[in-house]
């Protein structure tokens, strides 16, 4: 293996005479003009770095969790040879832990005149905008004893998206949706406010809709069937405050809450609503409003990528401000944030009327499963003590959500793997019962 700059150097002079050495390296290359001559023709056969020319391609977008690939082109337009090692540098959250150094770092070689594409393969661990910084190459010389060193800026930025991992669940909610609908054999009868139809009686229906009238124009009794209401709106809110921060497993609230928005948004579009998105803390941090059925998803999935949570206080003034000038009509507001006492109490509390008087209101949140783990536990005294402060914490949650159903608020209080089937629900369940 050939050995390179001041490495070559100090094994050249284990061949000069004892007394000859001089420790700087002016000297080493006046004693030895053989390698003096060598080491300046190599450097000038190394090619340079500052001419050449990098273009990148590629992915510029990716869903947490899985990969994406930039593919940089390293043009060659000098007449020397390039021989060089290049590291391509992203933020540390763009590739798994322990990975960053290898998948930065490549070798390549690029005769003059030509071109040579490499890959970089990104593994990102966090949602948002993962930005490329500088690539630095050290083009080296035939003999590999000096190297020329520079850095280019090539920018690219890939969008980390969303998992939407309750994707999972949405067959079994749009078949529970085609069913509210009438499109199968399974119709739900009397449900919904809006007409569908007339049909003959059978035993069982509510007599509430038999349509007297037409009734009479005919031989047999006829009731009316209804379908669910279709073009209603929904205004998603997601509290980006600091109780969104709180992790919950591996993931902040805040991504739990994202996940279930999605899921609901994907549904009621398949619906026919309407789906708006606002998240708040202190000032509006996203606002999606009037997309059609086919963009609302795609554009929901935009403004999730760069959220994050804020650490501060929500003003829930200002939330509901913001909420009411968002919708002048009635609607569906969700507002997916914490079940905490004092936020709860002494901010959305005051401020519910304002809501609950124009719109329908649900509030879901998300609960740790650990603290119903700790509650179970027993066999210690440090079990007990744990048990007893995790049923006092899950006593304070549920008068904290009874408090808001006297206000007329449906609640879905759910942990992070079951709070965005468990949201769907809900949202069936109010269309069914016509309260949209």
Same mark, same amino acid.
């Given at each position: 293996?050939?050995?390179?700059?001041?490495?070559?150097?100090?094994? %050249?002079?284990?061949?000069?005479?004892?007394?000859?050495?001089?420790?700087?390296?002016?000297?080493?290359?006046?004693?030895?003009?053989?390698?003096?001559?060598?080491?300046?023709?190599?450097?000038?056969?190394? %090619?340079?770095?500052?001419?050449?020319?990098?273009?990148?391609?590629?992915?510029?977008?990716?869903?947490?969790?899985?990969?994406?690939? /930039?593919?940089?082109?390293?043009?060659?337009?000098?007449?020397? *040879?390039?021989?060089?090692?290049?590291?391509?540098?992203?933020?540390?959250?763009?590739?798994?832990?322990?990975?960053?150094?290898?998948?930065?770092?490549?070798?390549?070689?690029?005769?003059?005149?030509?071109?040579?594409?490499?890959?970089?393969?990104?593994?990102?661990?966090?949602?948002?905008?993962?930005? %490329?910084?500088? /690539?630095?190459?050290?083009?080296?010389?035939?003999?590999?004893?000096?190297?020329?060193?520079?850095? @280019?800026?090539?920018?690219?930025? /890939?969008?980390?998206?969303?998992?939407?991992?309750?994707?999972?669940?949405?067959?079994?909610?749009?078949?529970?949706?085609?069913?509210?609908?009438?499109?199968?054999? +399974?119709?739900?009868?009397? =449900?919904?406010?809006?007409?569908?139809?007339?049909?003959?009686?059978?035993?069982?229906?509510?007599? *509430?809709?038999?349509?007297?009238?037409?009734?009479?124009? $005919?031989?047999?009794?006829?009731?009316?069937?209804?379908?669910?209401?279709?073009?209603? #709106?929904?205004?998603? /809110?997601?509290?980006?405050?600091?109780?969104?921060?709180?992790?919950?497993?591996? +993931?902040?609230?805040?991504?739990?809450?994202?996940?279930?928005?999605?899921?609901?948004?994907?549904?009621?579009?398949?619906?026919?609503?309407?789906?708006?998105?606002?998240?708040?803390?202190?000032?509006?941090?996203?606002?999606?409003?009037?997309?059609?059925?086919?963009?609302?998803?795609?554009?929901?999935?935009?403004?999730?990528? &760069?959220?994050?949570? =804020?650490?501060?206080?929500?003003?829930? #003034? &200002?939330?509901?401000?913001?909420?009411?000038?968002?919708?002048?009509?009635?609607?569906?507001?969700?507002?997916?944030?914490?079940?905490?006492?004092?936020?709860? =109490?002494?901010?959305?509390?005051?401020?519910?009327?304002?809501?609950?008087?124009? @719109?329908?209101?649900?509030?879901?949140?998300?609960?740790?499963? #650990?603290? +119903?783990?700790?509650?179970?536990?027993?066999?210690?005294?440090?079990?007990?003590?744990?048990?007893?402060?995790?049923?006092?914490? $899950?006593?304070?949650?549920?008068?904290?959500?009874?408090?808001?159903?006297?206000?007329?608020?449906?609640?879905?209080?759910?942990?992070?793997?079951?709070? +965005?089937?468990?949201?769907?629900? %809900?949202?069936?369940?109010?269309?069914?019962? &016509?309260?949209?």
């Amino acid at each position: 293996m050939a050995l390179t700059g001041r490495a070559a150097l100090l094994a %050249a002079l284990g061949s000069l005479p004892v007394g000859i050495w001089d420790p700087s390296w002016t000297g080493i290359l006046a004693v030895n003009a053989p390698l003096a001559a060598a080491c300046a023709c190599d450097f000038a056969l190394a %090619a340079p770095v500052r001419r050449l020319r990098l273009t990148r391609s590629g992915d510029t977008s990716v869903r947490l969790g899985d990969n994406a690939n /930039v593919t940089l082109t390293i043009a060659n337009p000098s007449r020397r *040879r390039l021989r060089a090692r290049l590291r391509d540098a992203w933020p540390p959250s763009s590739w798994q832990p322990g990975t960053e150094i290898p998948a930065s770092r490549h070798q390549l070689t690029v005769p003059a005149g030509e071109r040579r594409r490499l890959t970089t393969h990104l593994h990102p661990t966090r949602r948002g905008d993962r930005q %490329a910084d500088r /690539v630095t190459i050290r083009s080296y010389g035939p003999l590999g004893l000096f190297s020329r060193q520079g850095t @280019h800026k090539v920018p690219w930025t /890939v969008r980390v998206l969303p998992p939407f991992t309750s994707r999972k669940h949405l067959p079994s909610k749009l078949a529970r949706l085609r069913e509210l609908d009438g499109r199968t054999s +399974a119709l739900t009868r009397g =449900e919904g406010t809006e007409f569908d139809s007339l049909r003959e009686y059978v035993p069982g229906d509510d007599t *509430r809709s038999i349509d007297w009238r037409a009734t009479a124009r $005919q031989s047999t009794v006829a009731v009316r069937t209804w379908r669910p209401e279709r073009d209603r #709106h929904i205004l998603l /809110v997601l509290d980006t405050g600091r109780t969104s921060a709180g992790r919950v497993g591996d +993931a902040p609230r805040l991504d739990a809450s994202m996940d279930a928005a999605l899921l609901l948004a994907a549904l009621a579009s398949r619906a026919g609503d309407r789906v708006d998105l606002l998240a708040y803390d202190r000032r509006v941090r996203a606002l999606v409003q009037g997309r059609t059925a086919r963009d609302v998803l795609p554009s929901l999935v935009t403004a999730m990528a &760069g959220l994050e949570p =804020e650490l501060v206080e929500t003003d829930a #003034h &200002g939330l509901t401000a913001t909420a009411l000038r968002t919708t002048p009509r009635r609607s569906l507001i969700i507002l997916l944030t914490a079940l905490d006492a004092a936020p709860v =109490e002494e901010g959305l509390l005051p401020v519910l009327p304002q809501l609950t008087q124009r @719109h329908t209101v649900l509030v879901a949140s998300v609960a740790d499963p #650990h603290i +119903a783990r700790m509650a179970a536990s027993r066999g210690t005294i440090d079990a007990v003590y744990e048990a007893s402060a995790a049923a006092q914490a $899950q006593t304070e949650r549920q008068r904290t959500a009874e408090q808001l159903r006297r206000h007329g608020v449906t609640v879905v209080d759910a942990t992070p793997d079951e709070l +965005a089937p468990a949201l769907a629900d %809900a949202y069936l369940a109010l269309k069914a019962a &016509g309260r949209l």
